[in-house]
């Protein structure tokens, strides 16, 4: 039979068994959930990544110079100026 002051330190003893059970179980479900956040936001910011390249591949495209001159003559009907049609302003 167990005296006072030995089944105090086993209960003790199985308390902090119990409660260091439970504190793994927690923040091994935390860890997870934290990671599972990650690979989300990673996912996002790749996505996000490929976009903002589509995104630059059609800025580049709208503002070449040979789209902007073939605009600027189909439907502006401008053309590049002959020698003698340049002008040369002084200030």
Same mark, same amino acid.
């Given at each position: 039979?167990?005296?006072?002051?030995?089944?105090?330190?086993?209960? &003790?003893?199985?308390?902090? #068994?119990?409660l260091s059970a #439970?504190?793994?179980?927690?923040?091994?479900?935390?860890?997870?959930?934290? /990671?599972?956040?990650?690979?989300? *936001?990673?996912?996002?910011?790749?996505?996000?990544?490929?976009?903002?390249?589509? /995104?630059? &591949?059609?800025?580049?495209?709208?503002?070449? &110079?040979?789209?902007?001159?073939?605009?600027?003559?189909?439907?502006?009907? *401008?053309?590049?100026?002959?020698?003698?049609?340049? #002008? *040369? #302003?002084?200030?």
């Amino acid at each position: 039979m167990l005296v006072g002051a030995e089944f105090y330190r086993l209960t &003790l003893l199985w308390l902090a #068994v119990v409660l260091s059970a #439970v504190a793994v179980a927690y923040y091994s479900h935390s860890c997870r959930q934290t /990671y599972g956040q990650l690979t989300a *936001m990673e996912r996002e910011a790749n996505r996000l990544q490929v976009e903002y390249g589509r /995104y630059l &591949l059609e800025q580049s495209a709208w503002g070449s &110079l040979q789209r902007v001159e073939s605009m600027a003559m189909d439907r502006l009907g *401008m053309h590049i100026p002959k020698a003698n049609e340049i #002008v *040369m #302003v002084k200030q």
